[in-house]
């Protein structure tokens, strides 16, 4: 059997889904029709902190979450929003943006370099509380 590998994933998402800059993202996030869907682990968001509006959607959640037909179906999925996906870095929401493209959502994007660009950027964040 074939043996896709992540490098392969990734470069497929980056094709495929269009990433924004954390300038950009910001910048829709004042639209009514764009929605910030973060990935993170709940630890992460406890310990490095959020963006205030985002929608937390954990990624081993995200397919169960997207798919109507899915008992655990989150009707926030079914809207017209442009989704903005983010984790950390960038790499599971170029990840998670291309499935929830292959599973029928239209409008989707991420937020290249994740949260850690969005910090580093300066944009507005709660912060976390980093482990002592």
């Known amino acids: 059997m074939a043996r896709k590998s992540l490098q392969a994933m990734l ?3 980056n094709a495929e889904v269009e990433a924004w800059s954390p300038q950009t993202a910001s910048e829709r996030l004042r639209r009514e029709d764009t929605l910030l869907v973060d990935l993170r682990d709940p630890r992460e968001l406890e310990r490095e902190g959020k963006i205030a509006g985002a929608f937390h959607c954990p990624r081993g959640m995200l397919e169960f979450w997207i798919d109507p ?4 179906h989150k009707d926030v999925f079914s ?3 442009q989704f903005v996906f983010f984790c950390a870095g960038g790499l599971r929401s170029a990840l998670a943006a291309k499935t929830a493209q292959d599973l029928g959502l239209e409008r989707v994007s991420h937020i290249e370099g994740g949260f850690g660009a969005w910090k580093e ?4 964040h709660e912060p976390g ?3 002592s």
Do not use: F
């Open 11 to 13: 470069d497929d998402a």
């Open 69 to 72: 037909d899915s008992p655990y």
């Open 79 to 81: 809207s017209d929003k």
């Open 121 to 124: 950027a300066g944009l507005p």
């Open 129 to 131: 509380k980093p482990r």
